[in-house]
């Protein structure tokens, strides 16, 4: 059950980056391939503040958000508005992820850094296995973002529009709402809840500045898995991958860790090519 | 005209052979009063560890000059050291390399700080010059005498495996694990710590790899685990180094950790908490490899000697282990003495002499036991100790647990 634990604890840190890699996407169709370097930056901020000016928890959480929302709403405004189509975003998008890495590693060096976790350090025995509590936190906070977000969107006038927008931009704009601003703010948006969870990621997976290049590509299959605009299908994906690459590399050892991952990865787009959660969208022609 | 051309053509050639014969003097090491240049390599504005490790480079080869400058110099020579800023990128390093080799003050010997890129992109050059060289990093042919004659390596992993037999014979295991990273040096060091302790009649239960990007070592602990090894060989570096140990925390799993020489380099087992995590019960089983010169009060007095030299310099902001160039500095100026003259391949032949290795008196390794036929680097088992993480003073590590 350890490795079972493990490999959730895992799958939540993906399921978290593509969470908000489709919370974009819904808003823009973007695909930000920086999403998880402004993760990173989350992580990096936590450090800093915790450990090098040791501030208050809140506080904390409050420069996080703040700082990564800025960062994101600069990517929006440099890297995503100027660019008219989605093919080149893929481009601009991961520059400002190349740009990220490198600034990151200027600023606080290629060692990693200890993010302490404000509740218990503790390993706790649950279900026949040992887990930290930070863990069991990530895995709750995938889940109730889910929860929450899918709630948002079927509730508030904002989701409403965003499924709008997602199902027909130009439609969606006739209807008098704003989606240039719309797709900014939840750009923006997905900064903020990205630097919120580097004080949650930081504690399981230190601050380092290697950390954007290893999520970011398992976010990306954990989005396909579950399919793209699918939040439910994020979180669903992102556990798929963190038990299949805990389990494979346990039985079949660590060399077919990736390739396992892959080979559900393939399954899932032959079997479902919209992901387990996408929707097929008929076009009138 | 013909005997004008004759006449033309003699000079010519008496010219050749008086400029030829002034080579030969001055290869000779005749001009005492001529700089010996050295020249070291390093990425000073490169990112992060690499500076760092750079930093402690370039620091320990100064400090080399000092120490020889005030014992006479290399063949009577007063040492000039020029640092080359490669930025940690081979293309930059070549480059300046041509720089230097194609000006007025062209080095009389190069030291390499790393990565071992960088040698591999500068030794053929060095090689086409004639020019002498110390290589920190080294690749996979630069100790062969055959290829680089006038090349020599200050490190290499064959000889930390020699010291993990003797270690693991000391500690009478007669089965230990191993978990190393993907990395070229990570595949090295763990195959060759299979081989190595077979060999030695030391089972070997399980032999375990885990992606440098993973975040989770898990799965590949709790396989080793369940084939209960006495001990665990660690390879690790960085990040991973953090993600091993809370993975065996998270496995209850208590056994003793023999971490290699680049678990040692990793600031987080260094430093106390909040920062990293010395002092913890995650590294309560963990030792590390490395050199005595790197400890305080196990090196001989030349490591004494070294830190004194590099401390009256500036701080040093990494590990000894980075201070090999020291080492470079010292044994060229024993060669010299030994060949009488700075000719760089009389020198590369006085090198591979024991007596001149002893007569160094090298700091971070006592001996490299360089050979006529194997120009990398042999040291001691003897030359390295395990010991429990501790913070860095001076760049050495404390002898004791947290010290």
Not at chain 1, 51 to 56: A, I, K, S, T
Not at chain 1, 205 to 209: E, F, G, I, K, P
Not at chain 2, 29 to 34: A, E, L, P, R, T
Not at chain 2, 292 to 295: C, E, M, R, S
């Given at each position: 059950m350890t490795l079972v634990w493990s490999g959730l604890a895992l799958g939540a840190v993906y399921a978290l980056v593509a969470i908000g890699y489709n919370l974009v996407y819904l808003s823009s169709?973007?695909?930000?391939?920086a999403q998880a370097q402004l993760m990173m930056v989350g992580t990096f901020v936590a450090y800093t503040g915790l450990?090098?000016?040791?501030?208050?928890v809140v506080v904390v959480a409050i420069l996080a958000i703040v700082v990564v929302a800025l960062a994101a709403a600069i990517e929006e405004r440099?890297?995503?508005?100027?660019?008219?189509?989605h093919q080149t975003q893929l481009v601009t998008t991961l520059g400002v992820a190349t740009v990220l890495n490198g600034l990151t590693q200027l600023i606080w060096g290629g060692q990693p850094l200890t993010v302490p976790f404000f509740g218990s350090e503790d390993l706790v025995s649950l279900l026949g296995g040992r887990v930290y509590p930070v863990e069991l936190v990530l895995i709750g906070l995938a889940v109730l973002l889910v929860v929450v977000l899918a709630w948002l969107a079927n509730r508030s006038m904002l989701g409403i529009a965003l499924i709008g927008m997602a199902e027909d931009r130009d439609a969606t704009q006739l209807l008098g709402i704003d989606v240039r601003k719309i797709a900014f703010w939840v750009f923006a948006a997905s900064g903020a809840l990205a630097g919120a969870l580097g004080l949650f990621v930081g504690p399981k997976?230190?601050?380092?500045?290697t950390l954007g290049a290893a999520l970011a590509l398992k976010g990306f299959v954990a989005l396909a898995i579950g399919g793209f605009g699918s939040l439910p299908g994020a979180l669903v994906g992102g556990l798929a991958v963190g038990l299949v690459e805990s389990l494979a590399a346990r039985y079949l050892g660590a060399e077919f860790s990736n390739l396992a991952v892959f080979v559900l990865l393939l399954v899932v787009l032959m079997t479902r090519p919209t992901g387990l959660f996408g929707r097929l969208r008929e076009r009138v022609v | 005209m013909t005997r004008r051309l004759a006449a033309a053509a003699v000079a010519a050639g008496a010219a050749l052979v008086l400029a030829a014969c002034g080579g030969g003097t001055e290869a000779a090491?005749?001009?005492?009063?001529?700089p010996y240049r050295v020249l070291v390599t390093g990425g000073?504005?490169?990112?992060g560890v690499l500076a760092a490790n750079s930093g402690t480079s370039i620091l320990s080869t100064k400090a080399g000059a000092d120490v020889v400058n005030a014992a006479g110099g290399v063949g009577g020579r007063p040492v000039e050291v020029t640092v080359v800023?490669?930025?940690?990128d081979p293309t930059q390093a070549l480059t300046r390399i041509r720089e230097a080799i194609n000006?007025?003050?062209?080095?009389?010997l190069v030291l390499m700080s790393g990565p071992s890129t960088i040698s591999a992109a500068i030794l053929p050059v060095l090689n086409q010059h004639d020019i002498l060289s110390f290589c920190g990093a080294p690749t996979?042919?630069?100790?062969?005498p055959g290829k680089f004659p006038l090349n020599f390596d200050l490190s290499s992993p064959a000889d930390s495996v020699a010291a993990y037999v003797a270690e693991v014979k000391r500690r009478d295991y007669t089965s230990v694990g191993i978990i190393h990273g993907s990395s070229a040096y990570g595949v090295g060091i763990g195959n060759g710590w299979e081989k190595a302790l077979t060999e030695a009649?030391?089972?070997?239960v399980g032999n375990e790899e885990y992606d440098?990007?993973?975040?989770?070592m898990t799965p590949q602990l709790q396989s080793l685990q369940s084939r209960q090894p006495q001990a665990l060989l660690v390879d690790g570096y960085g990040a991973p180094v953090g993600y091993l140990l809370q993975s065996k925390d998270r496995l209850g799993w208590s056994v003793p950790m023999m971490g290699d020489l680049s678990v040692s380099a990793t600031s987080l087992v260094t430093n106390p908490p909040p920062n990293g995590v010395?002092?913890?019960?995650?590294?309560?089983d963990l030792t590390m490899q490395v050199p005595?010169?790197?400890?305080k009060n196990q090196g001989a007095p030349p490591a004494d000697e070294m830190v004194a030299a590099m401390t009256r310099i500036g701080p040093i902001?990494?590990?000894?282990?980075?201070?090999v160039n020291y080492d470079a500095v010292k044994l060229a100026a024993a060669a010299a003495a030994d060949a009488g003259s700075t000719d760089p391949q009389a020198m590369a032949e006085s090198v591979t002499k024991e007596s001149v290795q002893e007569a160094a008196?090298?700091?971070?390794?006592?001996?490299?036991?360089?050979t006529p036929t194997s120009h990398a680097s042999n040291a001691l088992p003897t030359d390295y100790t395990f010991i429990p993480p501790s913070t860095l003073k001076d760049g050495r590590f404390g002898s004791g647990a947290g010290s």
């Open positions: 169709h973007t695909f930000n391939f450990v090098v000016l040791r501030l208050p440099v890297a995503v508005r100027p660019v008219p189509d997976t230190y601050a380092v500045a | 090491g005749g001009d005492s009063q001529k000073v504005s490169a990112q800023d490669d930025a940690g000006s007025d003050a062209k080095p009389d996979a042919d630069s100790g062969d009649g030391v089972t070997v440098v990007a993973a975040l989770d010395l002092g913890t019960p995650q590294v309560a005595k010169g790197a400890v902001p990494t590990s000894l282990l980075n201070a008196k090298t700091a971070v390794y006592s001996r490299y036991a360089f």
